[in-house]
T-cell receptor
Framework: KNQVEQSPQSLIILEGKNCTLQ??????????LRWYKQDTGRGPVSLTI?????NTKSNGRYTATLDADTKQSSLHITASQLSDSASYIC?????????FGTGTRLQVTL | GAVVSQHPSWVICKSGTSVKIECRSL??????MFWYRQFPKQSLMLMAT?????????EQGVEKDKFLINHASLTLSTLTVTSAHPEDSSFYIC?????????FGPGTRLTVL
């Protein structure tokens, strides 16, 4: 069964600090892995998308990594801002089917 | 980037009534759109795949007669929740894919009293 697990479930950090979110997946056949940011009451917004051959991809203060051998991905947020408070969802695509992780709820505080 | 809109953004209705939610791709054509449901603190769950000009494909456990999907044009898909009940209260999100990436709408919050 295709599954995507994320950790931690929730995280609170101080503004300006860095953090790393984890995603482990058992999805086959692997097509791509995406990280989305979802603000409360809004739809998900794409941060990064990586295919099998890509190890890292950056989007501003967001940097995603992918290890296709261990089936792990991480999302690193640098110099966090209050506006980074949201849920971050890891989504793995197998052919045309998306498998969603349950997300990590990040809260950035003063 | 590709923009997907939804209307309404929120709706409150009485139990037993029907509610229609629209999903539009504003700057691209989408032969396929997707409808998701999201309960509080849970991830998105795919309900159905909407295909322009043909019948929608529903996920296991989703009642096709309760959640009517119409994909009348390449830029518009609608989801109608028929005879809504309080347990249908949820956040409904659509998405469309112009290429290899899915773009999500802002969601519609449905509350059934």
């Amino acid at each position: 069964k295709n599954q995507v697990e994320q950790s931690p479930q929730s995280l609170i950090i101080l503004e300006g600090k860095n953090c790393t979110l984890q995603c482990n997946y058992t999805v086959s056949p692997f097509s791509n892995l995406r990280w989305y940011k979802q603000d409360t009451g809004r739809g998900p917004v794409s941060l990064t998308i990586m295919t099998f051959s890509e190890n890292t991809k950056s989007n501003g203060r967001y940097t995603a990594t992918l290890d296709a051998d261990t089936k792990q991905s991480s999302l690193h947020i640098t110099a966090s801002q209050l506006s980074d408070s949201a849920s971050y969802i890891c989504v793995v695509t197998a052919t045309s089917k998306l498998t969603f992780g349950t997300g990590t709820r990040l809260q950035v505080t003063l | 980037g590709a923009v997907v809109s939804q209307h309404p953004s929120w709706v409150i209705c009485k139990s037993g009534t029907s509610v229609k939610i629209e999903c539009r791709s504003l700057d691209f054509q989408a032969t396929t759109m997707f409808w998701y449901r999201q309960f509080p603190k849970q991830s998105l769950m795919l309900m159905a795949t909407s295909n322009e000009g043909s019948k929608a494909t529903y996920e296991q456990g989703v009642e096709k007669d309760k959640f009517l999907i119409n994909h009348a044009s390449l830029t518009l898909s609608t989801l109608t929740v028929t005879s809504a009940h309080p347990e249908d209260s949820s956040f409904y999100i659509c998405s469309a894919s112009p290429a290899h990436e899915q773009f999500f709408g802002p969601g519609t919050r449905l509350t059934v009293l």
